[in-house]
């Protein structure tokens, strides 16, 4: 039994679409305009375009790390990975944004689902960390900006809380 890629699945499919401990990423975007994913509180804070965009980075980042192959988006360092704030009359743009997202998650997934015990405790390219430590970080990453997100929201006074 794959006790732990099950339970990696779970906390993917939990952050991404169940409301369990925390809002998904589903709840956290429903709703959100191009305008709202754009806004940033008084510029000292990313935006959720912003964030969004910085998941997209690092889940396509440490799938290739699992896949072993070289990511071909580079960031010169992490404050690149997020990106411009967006545009807020780009309803277009901030559509397949999220879009993307998903897709990457979804990709996510079929990587995870090829993970037996052996594959989790090994090392993933030049680095003495396990893909099993590396999809731990990954999964709090998210979480992490999935409450930013929420906060953003509140912020904007458009979060309607999480249904539960």
Not at 13 to 25: G, I, L, P, R, T
Not at 92 to 108: H, P
Not at 135 to 159: C, P
């Amino acid at each position: 039994m794959q006790v732990v890629t099950n339970m990696f699945l779970e906390q993917l499919d939990m952050h991404c679409y169940k409301n369990e401990w925390f809002a998904s990423m589903d709840q956290a975007l429903h709703g959100v305009t191009a305008a709202e994913a754009a806004w940033t509180s008084s510029g000292i804070s990313n935006s959720i375009w912003q964030i969004v965009n910085h998941m997209i980075f690092w889940n396509e980042d440490v799938i290739h790390r699992i896949n072993g192959t070289e990511n071909p988006h580079n960031a010169d360092d992490n404050d690149e990975t997020f990106g411009i704030p967006g545009d807020p009359e780009d309803k277009k743009g901030w559509a397949q944004t999220v879009q993307r997202f998903y897709e990457v998650m979804n990709n996510f997934k079929t990587v995870i689902e090829d993970l037996d015990d052996e594959k989790l405790k090994a090392t993933y390219a030049a680095n003495s960390n396990s893909i099993e430590r590396l999809l731990s970080n990954i999964m709090m990453h998210d979480a992490y900006h999935i409450g930013q997100i929420v906060l953003l929201r509140k912020l904007q006074s458009s979060w309607n809380g999480v249904d539960w």
